[in-house]
């Protein structure tokens, strides 16, 4: 066969995606009063302290909880911590 | 994400507030994290914090009350196609292809290749690729794992760090084979002999960071330099070398194909970098290094004759030193023209210490250490003025860059890198803030080692800078 109608099998340069298993989301709460919420705060003030500032004001019957660093990375919530907690509030990162 | 992941596989609802730009990347990660699923919404990028909380804080906690649709209580698997031809035809038909684009929607509004960086690539067919995999021992389906540990690094966001850990190619979490990283290579351009060069560089994971504005690059050190023919003269940073440019350009590919980096989905650099436009790849000059000055090879605990790849992650562009034609050459022989004038050495001959011109400019916009490429004049010049050794280099330039604490609080980047001040200032082993105003802080970062010495270039005396670059180094000989 000529060169220019020549077939070639052209290799697949993608990096390995392993299958991810999907799950559902955690069941949402039938009420907000008398949970333990945590905010778990990720930088970006401006918003963060209007928002815990609000949250407080605007729903006292909430058990409000904190966690708080400047950067990217969660300050995450222990697994003690965990048994407790009833939601979290993710601001302003993922 | 995988955190959020986590506490909604133990029962517990969370939600997250983004910025709207930022959408595709948390679906993407939630995704990847396997709550594809996950609530969240968007903050403002320019309301006022109180304005912009009142808008969406309804929305916000009735995301954790709401009951769950059927899709968000659905379990299932996310897998793509993983065939290993991924095309059939003639090289025409191959090349229109590998070069077909996706249209990105807000923030991007334009079409974005899908398989290249936008340019035109060499077509990765079985032939092509069986011969660039004879630039290695290693087999073709080996995995790529770390050879070496890792020092865990903030901006390589859950990266491998233990010898023998599968890479993880982020922002996707993809791994490669020897093969796959040989296919990207060959798309780049790059010959049999370059590919223990990119191997290693795939040790790296090929970070593309995410917002602002990164760049990446590698900087090879050791005998490969020679043996490849790199360019670490003239122009070495720029266009024209067959190897120089395909090495830089494979980091680029292989951040496209292995990590998944696409503009305006998870690659969120608001003007993109120029750098990154081709990739950069240079080395360094060691037959032109002063002696005492070590290697970068030898500076990571590599041995001289050992071969490596530092692989950079800088911050913002270039900056060059911008001496006149002859106005360096008139302050070292004579004392004479501006920088003289500038250092009060008028008439006085050199050896006249050069860095005195760059800095403290170089930390006026960023801090943290920076990379400094010069020519080996300028090099001889620092030796002649008392550098024995890289080190003290470093030193000077880290001294050199204290100023009060109440300057350093007026930067823009200090109250994150700092966790808005909570912590040790390591100088006076002090909390942050217990310090008075006028206490001096190094704006060059905590180590004076982040700073980074390459010399490279030609003979026309001149320094360049950037930001940040200091990075690991991996061996090219394990790879060979």
């Known amino acids: 066969m000529a060169g220019k109608d020549k077939v070639y099998e052209c290799l697949n340069p993608l990096g390995i995606q392993n299958p991810v298993d999907t799950f559902p989301l955690a069941p949402r709460l039938d009420t907000l009063d008398g949970k333990e919420i945590w905010l778990s705060i990720t930088g970006e003030p401006d918003i963060t302290i209007a928002l815990e500032k609000k949250l407080k004001s605007d ?36 | 994400m995988p955190y959020l992941a986590k506490l909604e596989k133990a029962g517990i609802p969370t939600v997250l507030v983004d910025l709207a730009d930022q959408h595709n990347m948390v679906s993407q990660e939630a995704m990847v ?53 991924l095309f059939t035809g003639t090289l025409e038909e191959a090349e229109e292809f590998y070069q077909q684009t996706q249209y990105v929607p807000h923030p991007v509004n334009a079409n974005i290749s899908v398989y290249t960086d936008g340019f035109p690539i060499v077509i990765p067919t079985e032939e092509r690729v069986q011969k660039m995999l004879k630039g290695t021992s290693h087999k073709a389906d080996e995995l790529i ?42 798309m780049a351009g790059c010959k049999p002999e370059h590919l223990p060069v990119v191997l290693a560089i795939a040790q790296s994971g090929c970070s593309i960071s995410t917002t602002n504005f990164p760049s990446q690059a590698v900087c090879l050190s050791g005998p ?74 030898v500076e990571a605990g590599f041995e001289k004759k050992e071969s490596v790849v530092m692989v950079m992650q800088t911050f913002g562009g270039i900056v060059g030193s911008q001496f006149s034609p002859g106005g360096y050459r008139a302050l070292q022989k004579s004392g004479h023209g501006g920088i003289a004038r500038r250092f009060g050495v008028k008439g006085q001959p050199g050896p006249h210490n050069w860095l005195n011109y760059i800095v403290p400019g170089i930390w006026v916009g960023r ?22 050794t890289k080190d003290q280099v470093y030193d000077w330039l880290w001294k050199k860059s204290f100023e ?69 180094c991996f061996s090219i000989d394990y790879w060979r």
């Open chain 2, 367 to 388: 801090e943290g250490g920076a990379t400094i490429i010069m020519v080996p004049e300028l090099a001889q010049h620092l030796v002649d003025l008392g550098f024995k």
């Open chain 1, 59 to 94: 729903y006292p019957n909430v058990n409000w909880r904190q966690k708080k660093t400047y950067g990217i990375f969660p300050v995450q919530l222990t697994e003690e911590e965990m048994k407790t907690a009833d939601g979290l509030i993710q601001a302003v990162c993922w």
């Open chain 2, 145 to 186: 794992r770390l050879a070496e540990d890792l020092p865990p690094y903030i901006g390589a966001m859950g990266r491998a760090t233990k010898k023998g850990e599968p890479v993880l190619f982020h922002p996707l979490k993809r791994t490669a084979t020897v093969e796959k990283v040989a296919i990207n290579a060959v």
């Open chain 2, 33 to 85: 994290s396997g709550v594809p699923k996950i609530r969240h919404l968007h903050a403002s990028r320019m309301l006022p914090g109180p304005a912009d909380v009142d808008q969406w804080i309804k929305p916000l906690l009735d995301a954790l009350t709401r009951p769950l649709t059927d899709e968000e209580k659905a379990t299932g698997r996310w897998e793509i196609p993983q065939q290993r031809v």
């Open chain 2, 404 to 472: 009060p604490l109440r300057d350093y609080r007026n930067r823009s980047w200090p109250d994150f890198a700092r966790n808005g001040w909570i912590g040790i200032e390591k100088t006076s082993g002090k909390p942050w803030k217990e310090l008075a105003d006028d206490y001096m802080v190094p704006a060059a970062g905590d180590d004076p080692f982040q700073s980074c010495v390459i010399v490279a270039g030609g003979d026309e005396e001149a320094a360049v800078e950037i930001h940040g670059g200091r990075g690991e």
């Open chain 2, 224 to 297: 490969i330099v020679k043996e490849i023919g790199l360019n670490v003269g003239v122009g070495h940073l720029g266009p024209g070398s067959p190897v120089n440019g395909p090495i830089g350009r494979s980091y680029q590919l292989m951040a496209v194909n292995l990590s998944g980096a696409t503009p305006g989905i998870n690659r969120m650099g608001c003007h993109g970098n120029p750098m990154n436009n081709g990739g950069m790849c240079f080395g360094e000059n060691a037959d032109r290094l002063p002696p005492g000055w070590d290697g970068l090879n």
